[in-house]
């Protein structure tokens, strides 16, 4: 019969490698899902400016030029600091700033996607596929799109590598980029367990997640790009709950998405679904729960509603003759607006850039954009996701803990000068030599270190953010009906005449919005980052089955050698 002290030494090795798998097994899941790819350490070196040489024959070059909007894809070679993969797809990019570039007419500055494996379908860059080379457009401190992705990769968001670039083209210098990781198939292997879910790009028909019908196929602009077979039930579950009613915890990775939400809100970025284009991200699903992903924020920090300019030294007539373009490429089917309004041109009335973000991105409307109701250009009721999450009370406390975390640790203003100027210093002599830059140096000097920068746009937002939050501030949200409107009240004669603060639609009992009376300084940080919002590692973006079902196991088995234990003892008793 065994003894005692063997069975006692075999429940705690038992309980030794339960606890071992448990505080080990998502170190291991991350090392499975980035095994072999180093792309993010070395191509998207932040500590540099990468150099970026691509060739391809001076006939596709020109075909290219002639016909940008047409986005052919043509064969290149790229070296990327020395390394070179022969045989990829070269083409433009966007669709916006891509349009705006064509209607210049004396800029071959386009946003360009290179795909390592266009024509061989095994072939990568250190397991990079895909990379987006984006121009910087309507952006004279080329922070923007920078900065945008830096707080969504502290907020614990999966987030696309992204770091600068030095393009040139057959020889000719291209300048200076922002290299951007597609979101694809290699992406999702690198931030999610698995990786192997649908993924969405919404823009066009459906892109606001408004139900429709059961019927996958009436939602035309939500554009699955993996899993071609898939019945996409998990999209309608999706849409049905959010929008008739359900459990967002089975459909939706809520934290997730209440820590994107709140860094989108914070950065006013809106050529997204927050804004009335409803584009601009992602949505991916694993295991039948959704996370959102960031994309495309050259337009962050207030430059989308700031409208824009006219390029540098272009004339009167120019810019008139520019503002008769035609619409962009992509825009929802059902929508049709001002072709001047899409494509982002406003007179410059300082006489300055293209796009004088400098003139115009701190103005109240930015700087005050609300947070109770987050939304331009629509009402919160058009935006069910956004709804669903903001009008849960619960759901909602936090979106507010992680607005003032943000506001008192990105935003603050150390934190800004110090990301801005480390920026500044490595790209400046780039930016000089840069031969197709949209600004002139004086701009992007101005636009860097001037009397409205950046940092000044963050601090101030901060302080409306958290006056919001403390109810100093009452801000009535940008709908299609205030535009132009919604001017502030603050103080505490702030509710005094004053509209009621809104209904977001499906509260719980039908109640008020109403922001809390405030002393945050709990730790509202996410899972995986910590108060000071340091970086959450890959493959921690939803949980894993695989865990659970491994830990179920364990557990079982512990439980049984327990029993087991207990029961032999008994009979030792006996015996």
Do not use: C
């Not at 040489?53 to 043509?74: C, G, Q, R, Y």
């Not at 860059?125 to 457009?137: E, I, Q, R, T, V």
């Not at 493959?539 to 032999?568: E, Q, R, Y």
């Amino acid at each position: 019969m065994l003894k005692t002290r063997y069975v006692a030494a075999t429940i705690g090795l038992l309980i030794m490698i339960f606890i071992a798998v448990l505080f080990f097994l998502p170190n291991l899941q991350v090392e499975k899902a980035t095994k072999g790819n180093t792309y993010t350490e070395s191509v998207f070196d932040q500590s540099k400016v990468t150099t970026v040489d691509i060739t391809l024959a001076d006939e596709d070059l020109d075909s290219i030029l002639d016909n940008p909007s047409e986005k052919e894809i043509v064969n290149a070679d790229v070296t990327i600091d020395g390394e070179t993969v022969k045989n990829v797809g070269f083409r433009t990019k966007g669709n916006l700033s891509l349009n705006s570039v064509v209607q210049m007419g004396d800029s071959d500055r386009y946003s360009w996607k290179i795909d390592f494996d266009y024509y061989q379908e095994d072939q990568d860059l250190h397991g990079l596929k895909k990379l987006a080379l984006n121009n910087n457009y309507s952006d004279p401190t080329y922070m923007r799109e920078y900065l945008s992705y830096e707080l969504m990769d502290k907020m614990g968001i999966a987030t696309p590598g992204h770091s600068y670039m030095y393009v040139t083209i057959n020889g000719k210098e291209w300048g200076l980029y922002l290299g951007v990781e597609a979101i694809e198939e290699t992406f999702l292997n690198t931030n999610f367990t698995d990786g192997t879910g649908d993924l969405y790009y919404p823009d066009g028909t459906g892109s606001d997640l408004k139900w429709i019908s059961e019927d996958i196929g009436d939602y035309t602009g939500l554009n699955l790009k993996t899993n071609d077979n898939s019945d996409q039930s998990a999209m309608i579950k999706l849409l049905d709950s959010i929008n008739n009613g359900g459990n967002l915890e089975e459909v939706l990775d809520v934290d997730e998405m209440l820590r994107y939400f709140a860094a989108n809100t914070a950065l006013v970025n809106l050529d997204h679904y927050q804004g009335d284009k409803k584009h601009n991200y992602y949505l991916y699903e694993e295991n039948g729960v959704f996370s959102i992903l960031p994309w495309d924020y050259n337009m962050s920090f207030g430059g989308y509603s700031g409208g824009g300019g006219r390029r540098a030294g272009a004339s009167d007539q120019e810019t008139a003759d520019q503002n008769d373009g035609t619409a962009v490429e992509g825009n929802d089917d059902d929508t049709k607006q001002d072709d001047k309004e899409v494509l982002g041109w406003a007179p410059n009335m300082n006489g300055g850039g293209m796009m004088d973000m400098s003139s115009n991105f701190m103005n109240e409307s930015n700087i005050n954009f609300s947070i109770i109701e987050p939304v331009s250009g629509t009402a919160l009721e058009e935006r069910p996701l956004l709804n669903a999450l903001l009008s849960n009370d619960e759901y909602r406390e936090k979106y507010y803990d992680y607005l003032n975390d943000i506001a008192t640790d990105f935003f603050a203003e150390e934190n800004m000068t110090a990301m801005t100027t480390e920026i500044s210093t490595l790209i400046t002599p780039y930016v000089k030599k840069d031969p197709t830059k949209f600004y002139t140096m004086d701009e992007y000097t101005e636009a860097t270190s001037g009397k409205e920068t950046l940092v000044d746009f963050a601090v101030q937002r901060a302080e409306s953010i958290l006056a919001q939050l403390s109810g100093d501030l009452v801000v009535e949200a940008e709908t299609e009906s205030s535009m132009g409107g919604g001017a502030p009240t603050i103080g505490d004669d702030a509710n005094a005449g004053h509209e009621q603060q809104p209904n977001m639609g499906g509260g719980e009992n039908g109640a008020v919005m109403q922001p809390p009376d405030m002393d945050r300084g709990g730790n509202g940080a996410p899972p995986g980052i910590d108060g000071n919002m340091s970086q959450k590692g890959a493959g921690n973006s939803s949980s894993s089955k695989d865990t659970i079902i491994l830990s179920s196991v364990l557990l079982l088995l512990l439980i049984g050698a327990m029993a087991f234990a207990h029961f032999f003892k008994r009979r030792g008793k006996k015996g």
